[in-house]
């Protein structure tokens, strides 16, 4: 019946839940499939549709930390595509801060950019301070990217205002990083790059302390390169090194396949420079 197969797919998605939540994102993954599924069963009505795209927020966030680039856009885009039909502008903002992320891993970044002024610009215009912080997030990221280090630097200092008058929508939910974190990590990796070392060294220290108070491996290893990355630019390679070298382990013990790629180059460029050409 009806309400046995919505009872299915709320036990189903407080699984991927949990599953991602201890970071097990492949376990995650089948559980939020298998959600999706269960509400085909169901009378399309606007309370099933919207339950849908919440479930593919949390798969969102399950893909991305491993790497899977195509269906990090299958997923939000088809949450876009309900969110439109529902008229969901707060869902909506979240998709579209979510496809900015997307679209930043995939080095679109001017679609990433469109996108994510949009999604944060609704989420203003909505008062929520959390799908805000979602779409500047993504914009910083982008920024960074591009080697445009004042614009992301205005960004991710407004993620962590917002942060402070709400801690609780940015402290990671759902088994996603918090975004404080990210904001920190990325804010280290410009200072680094700008050469203020000192103001690295404060907000790299700060996301790790961060990522460690709430056991998050998918953040901690973003704050280990944060402040491993900070560290090499200044040639501090005997401090960096166990910093990347954390960071890769984490990223292999728990499946985090998008970071440890990333981790890995940094870790072997960090040998390079410290003359250990043969690790």
């Not at 869902?91 to 679609?111: E, I, Q, S, T």
């Not at 999604?119 to 500047?136: C, F, H, T, V």
């Not at 205005?154 to 402290?171: M, N, S």
Request: glycine content about 8%.
């Amino acid at each position: 019946s009806g309400q046995v197969w919505a009872k299915a797919a709320t036990y189903l998605r407080h699984a991927g839940v949990a599953a991602a939540t201890r970071s097990a994102y492949r376990d995650a993954i089948s559980w939020q499939r298998s959600a999706l599924d269960a509400l085909t069963h169901l009378a399309p009505d606007k309370a099933t549709l919207a339950f849908g795209i919440d479930i593919r927020f949390d798969l969102y966030n399950s893909l991305l930390a491993l790497g899977n680039h195509a269906p990090i856009f299958d997923v939000p885009t088809e949450a876009e595509r309900l969110g439109i039909m529902l008229g969901d502008e707060r869902r909506l903002a979240r998709a579209h801060g979510y496809l900015a992320m997307a679209m930043w891993w995939v080095a679109d970044y001017a679609n990433a950019i469109a996108v994510g002024e949009r999604a944060a610009a609704s989420a203003r215009q909505l008062g929520r301070l959390g799908l805000e912080g979602i779409a500047l997030v993504a914009l910083g990221w982008t920024h960074h990217a591009q080697g445009d280090f004042a614009a992301a630097r205005k960004v991710l200092t407004r993620v962590l205002e917002l942060a402070q008058q709400e801690p609780g929508r940015f402290a990671g939910r759902r088994g996603a990083p918090p975004l404080s974190v990210m904001a920190l990590s990325w804010l280290a990796l410009c200072d680094g790059e700008q050469g203020n070392f000192e103001e690295g060294l404060r907000h790299a220290n700060e996301a790790v302390r961060t990522a460690e108070e709430v056991d998050h491996p998918w953040s901690r290893a973003a704050a280990y390169y944060g402040l491993g990355s900070v560290l090499a630019s200044h040639a501090k390679l005997a401090a960096a090194i166990p910093l990347f070298e954390r960071g890769l382990r984490l990223c292999e013990s728990n499946d985090i396949v998008s970071w440890r790629t990333t981790m890995a180059w940094s870790l072997g460029y960090a040998y390079a420079l410290e003359g250990d050409t043969a690790r």
